[in-house]
């Protein structure tokens, strides 16, 4: 409102060609349990209800860029000036012998680190890193260090609130994101992971050790499998048991693509979007086609088998043998 009274309505962001922006058009953003908490967390610490202030620049694609090197975010995000802001966000790191403590802790843990170690997180991390005094996840505004240089005094702006929504939906795509944040990118806890599970491994004396086993086959979980020469032909004919493997089609899945999503992002983009993100509608349309064709045949009527056609009657006198 103008010193006379006068108001003026607010002024409209530069569209962004190309810009970043959130899959969700409406709603919340994020798919996965972990970038909902993401979300839940900044919540916590008081700062949720300024997030909403950027859920539209999120959406619009006003993000230009996004990187992260070295634990710490920089963005740019186009606002009603002419040179897109600048931004950085960085979390509180954990140092080396904190994160030794993190490591012997999910070590100890078979089930979260097999899971990790297949690429997804664990629900109940969370009690890993409290059982060492620690939050994966920030618990206060000291865990976040943010800067933008826009005039606005506020934090997070909406400037900064966008980056976060699109980092959310960033941990859908690589959930080892909250990690590198912290200190330690996917490469280096999954290599920690497996250092303490080799050597955790009980070793076997001389005396115990198994007798080695014959060439000629192999034991794996309790079938027994020819040698690979010997089993050419039928390499890869179905198993007996694939008749009992349960595929449930027409459930829809929790998380659309998790098989894609699980990879992380990937090397490639087009028009400056992610390609993984591209081919996720894929997994949708082709669910959506094989359903299709399931229905299809369900409604086919079955066919009633035909009856055995009746021999010719012949008429007249018997022929005389």
Not at 8 to 34: D, F, L, M
Not at 264 to 272: A, D, E, M, T, V
């Amino acid at each position: 409102m103008s010193r006379w009274g006068q108001w003026y309505p607010p002024a409209r962001p530069i569209a962004v060609k190309n810009g970043i922006q959130t899959r969700s058009k409406k709603g919340n953003i994020g798919e996965t349990w972990w970038s909902k908490r993401f979300i839940s967390a900044l919540e916590r610490i008081g700062i949720g209800s300024r997030l909403e202030r950027g859920r539209a620049y999120a959406r619009k694609g006003q993000v230009v860029s996004i990187n992260i090197r070295d634990a710490t975010i920089y963005a740019q995000v186009q606002g009603t000036k002419p040179r897109p802001y600048n931004i950085t966000i960085s979390f509180t790191r954990f140092n080396d012998l904190q994160w030794a403590q993190i490591f012997d802790a999910l070590s100890s843990q078979a089930l979260f680190t097999a899971m990790l170690l297949g690429g997804e997180i664990p629900q109940e991390i969370e009690t890993v890193f409290t059982s060492v005094n620690l939050s994966l996840l920030p618990t206060s505004a000291k865990d976040i260090k943010t800067d933008c240089d826009c005039p606005d005094f506020a934090n997070p702006c909406k400037h900064i609130a966008a980056v976060y929504y699109i980092l959310a939906e960033q941990f859908d795509r690589d959930p080892f994101l909250i990690f590198s944040l912290r200190g330690r990118d996917r490469e280096a806890v999954l290599e920690n992971l497996r250092k303490l599970r080799s050597t955790s491994a009980p070793v076997e004396t001389e005396a115990e050790a198994p007798e080695p086993e014959s060439p000629a086959v192999q034991e794996t979980d309790g079938c027994v499998l020819a040698p690979l020469s010997e089993c050419v032909d039928s390499f890869w004919d179905a198993a007996e048991t694939l008749d009992t493997f349960p595929i449930h089609l027409h459930k829809k899945p929790e998380l659309e693509a998790a098989a894609l999503k699980r990879l992380g992002p990937s090397l490639f983009r087009i028009n400056n979007k992610d390609i993984a993100d591209l081919l996720v509608p894929v997994y949708s349309h082709a669910r959506e086609y094989v359903l299709g064709e399931l229905r299809r045949l369900e409604s086919k009527p079955e066919k009633v088998p035909a009856a055995d056609p009746k021999p010719p009657i012949t008429r007249g006198r018997k022929k005389k043998v």
